[in-house]
């Protein structure tokens, strides 16, 4: 059995206490983000540019837009939801060791404040590092980008802490 070690519990405890809790809470938080993303962008690019903007940030402009194409959609639809669950497990993990004995609006307050974080990291600095333009960035506006991640950090939370309550 895989174990790791926390300050907040005696001992080694299994790793899927942690992991399987912040994967299912990154992966609704994901899918909520993505949904209210793809909504506002409707009035910009289209409902798929989000997603296609995944996609074209490691495939090259020709991807953006915001009109269906299967192959750029799934792409970019799995990027993001793989990116979530591995985002939340990682949340859960830092929770774990941070916030053991935190209130679960604490965690809830911890989780905006990783949502942001990942906003800087994955939109403001790799995605503004390896795409040449700025179209997935203006994909959709500022405020729901920031939206956006708060939504899926506080639900990734939330789901944790609704998890870590149960036992699950």
Known sequence: ??????????????????????????????MAMAMFSMLV????????????????????????????DFWTVTVGAAGHMMNSVVLGAVFAVVASLLLAR????????????????VWVAMVLIVAGGLQSSDLFAESVPQWAWVAGHLIFGVMTAMVVTAMRRRGA
């Open 1 to 30: 059995m895989t174990t790791l070690t926390s300050h907040s519990h005696a001992g080694p405890f299994p790793a899927t206490r942690l992991l399987v809790p912040g994967a299912v809470g990154g992966l609704l938080g994901g």
């Open 41 to 68: 962008a409707i009035s910009r690019d289209g409902f798929w540019s989000p997603v296609r903007g995944i996609t074209s940030v490691v495939f090259g402009d020709q991807h953006y837009g915001g009109g269906f």
């Open 102 to 117: 935190a209130s679960a609006l604490s965690t809830w307050m911890a989780g905006a404040v990783y949502g942001l974080a």
